[in-house]
């Protein structure tokens, strides 16, 4: 194996503004309001505008090692030590759907007890992680985000029947595209991904991200037997709208799991692009390294008392945390004003404001 070049160093100018952003991200916004005032009308409750329904709520701790390297010490893993933290695995829509209309897998990790320097208007102590089952970003520009954004709104509170049929369609779709080699992230926005077992999955925060003295992209790897014995397993969800909660909650009561959290250092601005996260950094010039240790005891991994908490009272963006991991590049950029305008509806709409909490909250189960 060839020798790895020196991590790229952090500096400002790594990002490329683009004059035209302001007005794409308001355009996000208004289409991000458009699916919540939908969906909160339809349940007369106001849900998260992607990612409404949660498949599974845990709580565990997250170990950062002892004696990293220079370069992997960064930021909230400058320091060895162990964090409560709580993970919300869920899938992608806007509106709560039938689990036979399979979409991709998503994983937000809220890491509490976080000390250090806070990014703008970052409240509290914590540090959060938003990530998906897929190495890279289905759009390449906040433009295209957008585009794919609409599509999503303007299938907000549509037919589910219709979605079901074309579920099935989609995936038959994917599965023959992948047999050829290739695959379509518009394919899996729309109801094509495979019905996978979410916690076999491995997830990426996909977008870079500052890293201390560096910039890296995140990974969530499952490594305790039972995680990585049901990497692929497909969940049979005909008839069975909350399939894939039944399926977490059995597997996470018989036996803890164990994940990795991995960095991959940017070690060269031409081939690791800042500012298109739809291309993923190749691992030959920059594998991912293990900086700390998820563990979850087994336990109900999901309840509607858990769900009343987690999805009602908490929020997790990528702009929660601590200013050594600020999120970089225009995709990250487009989140920003997105998540807080998803957060402050649901706070008014509920009646309840949305606070970052001080530690993580008690889990019946």
């Known amino acids: 194996m060839a020798e790895l070049?020196?991590?790229v160093r952090y500096t400002p100018g790594v990002e490329q503004t683009d004059g035209d952003e302001q007005k794409t991200q308001a355009e996000l916004n208004e289409q991000f309001?458009?699916?919540l005032e939908t969906t909160s009308k339809d349940y007369g409750h106001a849900v998260r505008s992607v990612h409404a329904k949660s498949h599974g709520i845990v709580t565990g701790e997250l170990t950062v090692h002892d004696q990293l390297p220079p370069e992997l010490a960064q930021g909230l893993f400058a320091t060895a030590g162990t964090h409560a933290v709580l993970l919300r695995f869920s899938t992608n829509p806007g509106d709560i759907l039938d689990d036979s209309i399979s979409v991709?897998?998503?994983?937000?990790i809220k890491v509490f007890d976080v000390a250090g320097d806070r990014l703008p208007g970052a409240e509290g102590n914590t540090q959060d992680f938003v990530m998906a089952n897929g190495p890279a970003f289905a759009a390449a520009t906040p433009e295209q985000f957008l585009g794919n954004l609409k599509m999503l709104a303007k299938t907000t509170d549509k037919a589910e029947w219709a979605k079901k049929a074309l579920s099935k369609v989609l995936q038959t779709a994917e599965a023959a595209l992948e047999l050829v080699g290739g695959e379509s992230a518009t394919l899996k926005t729309l109801g094509g991904a495979p019905n996978v077992h979410p916690l076999g999955e491995t997830y990426w925060g996909q977008a870079p991200f500052r890293y201390g003295d560096y910039i890296a992209k995140f990974q969530l790897v499952p490594v305790s037997d039972n995680l990585t014995s049901i990497t692929g397993n497909m969940i049979n969800a005909d008839g069975r709208p909350d399939a894939i909660r039944e399926a977490m909650r059995e597997t996470m009561i018989e036996a803890d799991g164990v994940w990795e959290l991995r960095v991959q250092l940017n070690r060269d601005l031409d081939s690791m692009d800042?500012?298109?996260?739809?291309?993923?950094?190749?691992?030959?010039?920059?594998p991912?390294?293990?900086?700390?240790?998820?563990?979850?005891p087994h336990q109900l991994a999901w309840s509607p008392e858990r769900a009343q908490i987690v999805d009602d009272q908490l929020r997790f963006s990528v702009w929660t945390g601590l200013s050594a991991h600020q999120p970089l590049g225009a995709i990250n950029r487009a989140r920003r004003?997105?998540?807080q305008t998803s957060s402050d509806f649901r706070g008014r709409f509920n009646g309840c404001p949305i606070h970052e909490p001080q530690q993580a909250p008690a889990l019946a189960g």
């Open 5 to 7: 070049k020196s991590p």
């Open 33 to 35: 309001t458009t699916i």
């Open 104 to 108: 991709p897998r998503g994983v937000a």
């Open 274 to 286: 800042i500012e298109d996260a739809s291309k993923p950094w190749d691992e030959e010039q920059s």
């Open 288 to 296: 991912f390294q293990t900086v700390a240790t998820i563990r979850v």
């Open 337 to 339: 004003s997105a998540y």
